[in-house]
């Protein structure tokens, strides 16, 4: 017998376009006809301490990436965030060291390192692919990721070639972004990306009034170019333009979310996926 194949489904969309709500909602329907479906998380995967060489292997992307992020950044308060990381190879999964990084304001930052974080975010994700991924599809499991690891590149590549004033790294940045549409491009024949539209603005004021600030968000640093809510939607309306370019090219499902009627807009959202021809497949 055959196993049925698995598939994925992952969603890109700025902050707070509705992409975990989504993911939540389609896996709810799915998990209720019957279907081996996992919402899926590398964050969650490496937050469950996982053990093993396996896991070593994902761990150490995850720390390379966060280190090269911050270990370059400056706060106003003239703090460099890399003093706050333990020596390799100590843990940086801890809550307290996670808050603090999120809350950092980030005044300076380097936009090399940023483009390598971006790197070693492209690079992370071919392991997890590879070792925690493709095993369950091959088992024939329906996955379903609440963020495309795209999302993250996206940022951080967009970040790093705006705060540079050197035209060199800022070719740097593009061409990692550019190299990722293709490198984490989803496989024709069994995923199913979907984007998630949304109105940055509109994000952006659900984002304060759900978790009360920017606060990560904001984190980036949008380093050297300002922070706060204009150089924050200014960021968010570039990843947006990024995205729908890569909808196109990956043939993206898309969906609205910008009805202010969360369960209605959320359900419209989740049959609009359901209805797309490729989720036949998984029938
Ligand atoms: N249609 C909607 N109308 C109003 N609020 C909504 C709608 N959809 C989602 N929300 C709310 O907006 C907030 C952000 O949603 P959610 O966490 O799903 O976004 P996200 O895209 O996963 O964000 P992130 O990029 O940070 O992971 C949540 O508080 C959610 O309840
Ligand atoms: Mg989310």
């Known amino acids: 017998m055959t196993p049925t194949p698995g598939s994925t ?26 279907r081996d479906t996992r919402l899926l998380s590398r964050r969650d995967y490496l937050r469950g301490q996982p ?20 270990s370059f950044a400056r706060t106003d308060d003239d703090r460099a965030l890399g003093e706050l990381f333990p020596a390799p190879p100590g843990d940086l999964r801890d809550g307290a060291l996670e808050e603090e990084l999120n809350s950092a304001r980030i005044t300076t930052n380097d936009p090399q390192a940023i483009t390598a974080a971006a ?31 795209l999302k993250m590149v996206t940022k951080l590549c967009l970040v790093a070639s705006q705060i540079t004033s050197d035209e060199h790294h800022a070719r740097a940045a593009v061409t990692a972004l550019r190299s990722a549409t293709m490198v984490l ?16 603005q509109r994000t952006y004021e659900r984002l304060i009034a759900s978790r009360g600030g920017l606060g990560v968000l904001e984190h980036h640093g ?48 989740a049959e609009a996926i359901l209805a797309d021809p490729r989720m036949a497949r998984l029938a």
């Not at 790197?119 to 091959?138: C, F, N, Q, T």
């Open 9 to 34: 489904i992952s969603f890109l969309g700025v902050d707070g376009s509705g992409k975990s709500t989504i993911a939540e909602a389609l896996y709810k329907q799915l998990a209720a006809a019957g």
């Open 51 to 70: 053990q093993g060489h396996v896991a070593d292997a994902n761990r150490a992307f995850y720390d390379a990436g966060l280190r090269a992020l911050y």
């Open 119 to 149: 790197l070693a975010e492209i690079g992370g994700r071919l392991v997890y692919y590879a070792s925690v991924v493709r095993p369950e599809l091959d088992r024939g499991t329906v996955l379903i990721e609440e963020t495309h690891p």
């Open 185 to 200: 491009a989803p496989d024709p024949f069994r995923d199913v990306p979907v984007l998630v539209r949304c109105d940055p």
């Open 222 to 269: 949008l380093a050297g170019r300002g922070t706060g809510r204009e150089a924050y939607l200014d960021l968010m309306v570039r990843v947006q333009e990024a995205f729908e370019d890569v909808a196109q090219n990956w043939r993206c499902v898309v969906v609205n979310n910008d009805d202010g009627d969360q369960d209605r807009s959320v359900k419209r959202a």
